[in-house]
Each structure stands twice: as structure tokens, then as C-alpha cells.
């Protein structure tokens, strides 16, 4: 009889999800030097593809499961000032002040919704989802060159994704209210950078990465998508009039960016998947909107 040597354990290191960087980031707001923790590679397994663009992860057995939006934020853990970690350190001299006066402020709203949350500690989905609240205050500080008005909205909507999550593992803790917040929030930002874009005032040719997830950035294609998406989901429908004018505006984006009806060659697949089922159902509300005003 073949024995066969069994396979050893895996060590610590193998086991761990994430690792701390060698390199001291310092903290712009608060002068505190701290380091980053980072995702280790080959610790994710690609699941499908929400309609919000929004990537999920099938869990591995040797680490469980993963959610790569809670490590891309840099978060300073003494005062709380976080962006993304390109534009962390970048962060306008003018502004070092107003967001040291309101560290107490930041870190208190942070911890109104996100109870006991600790950035000297790995970090859950709670301290994730935090991570872009913070960020949504931070942003306030940056001037217009760094389009700071896609970039709130882009912390809110996977904000959102993230309450979802939480609201999946801990259900009646009010986390499906705030995310139902995060998105209408991210509704009115993502439409309003778009606006920005089209006026040059806030020029999204300089963000280097558009998402709106961490797996694939779909450029402006994938921004006029997702304001569109919002819009049909989360937006007001007290004013019906309003309402229809901003579906028609969706409704017109996609067909022309994504020259519906025409060749599609060099669009991205699975956009493309999604803004066809997307102009459908902006096509369909339009049609019963239709229909009931003629009633």
C-alpha cells in the first residue's frame, strides 16, 4: 500500500488575508506616520457582476471571505482624514486646517453610524464602510482639480455596497436605511459630476480610476452607466415630471454612448450586457409613465 505524505499545514503568513506595508505613509492633516494595510494577491475568486457594476467574490476555504473595497481607502487612524491613496498625501495646503478643526466632529459622525470602529485594528466591514464616509468629508477639502465631486459619490455608492453586506450579517441594525442613504447620496453626486464634466468645471479625464469598483474601471462610459442605474433606482418620485426628465436624460446617455442599435465592437462586454438590459427598463418605466398619464 502507497502512503502519501500529507500535505502540511499552511503556515500563518498563507492563512492571513492582509499585510502591513514596510513603507510610513504621513498623515497630511495630523502629521501622525502610520502604515497601510494592504490585500495580499491570489486571495480573491471573481463571482458575478451586479448591476451597479458592483464585483462580488465567491469565499475560498482557506480564507473565507473577502471584500477587497474595505483596504482601498487610506485612512489616517489618528485623526481619521482618509482618500484614496493616490491623493492622500496630495491633499491642498489650504485645507490642512479646516480638516484638523474638525477631526472631533469627523470622528464622532464615524462612530454615530458605525459603532466601535478602530483603524489601529484590522479592518471589517464596518471600518470599510466607514472608510468612505470619512472620505466623503475628506473630499470637501480638495479643490476641483481632483474632481472631488465624482469622488464623494464614488465613496458613496460603495459605502452603500458595503452597508448591504452588513446588513446581510447583522439584520436589524438599521444598515439597509443608511445604505438606502449612501445611495441617493451617490445618486445626486455621480449626476451632478456628470454635469461638472460636461460644464469643464471638474474634468474626470484626471481620475485615474473611474470604477466604479476596484476590479475594472469602465472609464466615463461606465460613470454615464451607473448615474443612469442610480437614477432608476434610487431616484425622487415625488415630482413625476422631474422623474421622466431624468430618465429620458439616462435614457439618451447609454443609447449614444453605447450606440445602441449600431456596431459595438469596441465596447467593453459585459457594459455593453448591462446598458442594454438598462435601456430597457428606463424604456419600460418611460412607457408605463406613458400610460398612466394618458389615464
Same mark, same amino acid.
Given at each position: 500500500?502507497?502512503?502519501?505524505?500529507?500535505?502540511?499545514?499552511?503556515?500563518?503568513?498563507?492563512?492571513?488575508?492582509?499585510?502591513?506595508?514596510?513603507?510610513?505613509?504621513?498623515?497630511?492633516?495630523?502629521?501622525?506616520?502610520?502604515?497601510?494595510?494592504?490585500?495580499?494577491?491570489?486571495?480573491?475568486?471573481?463571482?458575478?457582476?451586479?448591476?451597479?457594476?458592483?464585483?462580488?467574490?465567491?469565499?475560498? @476555504?482557506?480564507?473565507?471571505?473577502?471584500?477587497?473595497?474595505? =483596504?482601498?481607502?487610506?485612512?489616517?487612524?489618528?485623526?481619521?482624514?482618509?482618500?484614496?491613496?493616490?491623493?492622500?498625501?496630495?491633499?491642498?495646503?489650504?485645507?490642512?486646517?479646516?480638516?484638523?478643526?474638525?477631526?472631533?466632529?469627523?470622528?464622532?459622525?464615524?462612530?454615530?453610524?458605525?459603532?466601535?470602529?478602530?483603524?489601529?485594528?484590522?479592518?471589517?466591514?464596518?471600518?470599510?464602510?466607514?472608510?468612505?464616509?470619512? @472620505?466623503?468629508?475628506?473630499?470637501?477639502?480638495?479643490?476641483?482639480?481632483?474632481?472631488?465631486?465624482?469622488?464623494?459619490?464614488?465613496?458613496?455608492?460603495?459605502? @452603500?455596497?458595503?452597508?448591504?453586506?452588513?446588513?446581510?450579517?447583522?439584520?436589524?441594525?438599521?444598515?439597509? =436605511?443608511?445604505?438606502?442613504?449612501? =445611495?441617493?447620496?451617490?445618486?445626486?453626486?455621480?449626476?451632478?459630476?456628470?454635469?461638472?464634466?460636461?460644464?469643464?468645471?471638474?474634468?474626470?479625464?484626471?481620475?485615474?480610476?473611474?470604477?466604479?469598483?476596484?476590479?475594472?474601471? =469602465?472609464?466615463?462610459?461606465?460613470?454615464?452607466?451607473?448615474?443612469?442605474?442610480?437614477?432608476?433606482?434610487?431616484?425622487?418620485?415625488?415630482?413625476?415630471?422631474?422623474?421622466?426628465?431624468?430618465?429620458?436624460?439616462?435614457?439618451?446617455?447609454?443609447?449614444?454612448?453605447?450606440?445602441?442599435?449600431?456596431?459595438?465592437?469596441?465596447?467593453?462586454?459585459?457594459?455593453?450586457?448591462?446598458?442594454?438590459?438598462?435601456?430597457?427598463?428606463?424604456?419600460?418605466?418611460?412607457?408605463?409613465?406613458?400610460?398612466?398619464?394618458?389615464?
Amino acid at each position: 500500500m502507497v502512503r502519501y505524505a500529507q500535505k502540511p499545514e499552511k503556515d500563518d503568513k498563507e492563512k492571513k488575508v492582509t499585510f502591513t506595508a514596510k513603507e510610513a505613509i504621513h498623515c497630511p492633516v495630523c502629521e501622525a506616520d502610520f502604515h497601510r494595510e494592504e490585500l495580499f494577491s491570489g486571495r480573491l475568486n471573481a463571482g458575478d457582476l451586479t448591476d451597479e457594476l458592483h464585483r462580488l467574490y465567491i469565499p475560498m @476555504a482557506a480564507y473565507g471571505e473577502i471584500h477587497p473595497l474595505v =483596504y482601498d481607502l487610506t485612512v489616517c487612524p489618528s485623526c481619521w482624514f482618509a482618500a484614496f491613496k493616490h491623493d492622500f498625501s496630495e491633499l491642498p495646503p489650504a485645507s490642512v486646517n479646516a480638516l484638523q478643526a474638525g477631526i472631533a466632529s469627523r470622528v464622532e459622525s464615524a462612530q454615530r453610524i458605525f459603532d466601535s470602529v478602530d483603524f489601529n485594528t484590522p479592518r471589517d466591514l464596518a471600518a470599510g464602510a466607514a472608510s468612505y464616509y470619512l @472620505a466623503m468629508i475628506s473630499y470637501e477639502g480638495y479643490t476641483k482639480d481632483f474632481a472631488p465631486t465624482f469622488k464623494q459619490g464614488l465613496c458613496a455608492l460603495r459605502a @452603500a455596497w458595503l452597508c448591504n453586506e452588513l446588513e446581510e450579517r447583522q439584520p436589524g441594525e438599521n444598515f439597509a =436605511y443608511v445604505a438606502g442613504l449612501f =445611495y441617493r447620496k451617490a445618486r445626486f453626486l455621480y449626476r451632478l459630476a456628470v454635469e461638472l464634466e460636461q460644464k469643464g468645471t471638474e474634468r474626470l479625464s484626471m481620475v485615474k480610476w473611474l470604477g466604479p469598483d476596484t476590479d475594472k474601471s =469602465y472609464g466615463f462610459e461606465g460613470v454615464l452607466y451607473v448615474s443612469s442605474i442610480l437614477e432608476l433606482k434610487y431616484g425622487p418620485k415625488s415630482k413625476p415630471e422631474l422623474r421622466v426628465n431624468a430618465l429620458l436624460d439616462g435614457k439618451r446617455a447609454i443609447a449614444k454612448m453605447f450606440g445602441l442599435g449600431k456596431s459595438t465592437r469596441n465596447k467593453p462586454g459585459p457594459l455593453l450586457d448591462k446598458a442594454r438590459d438598462l435601456y430597457e427598463l428606463l424604456k419600460d418605466e418611460l412607457q408605463q409613465d406613458d400610460e398612466e398619464t394618458d389615464d
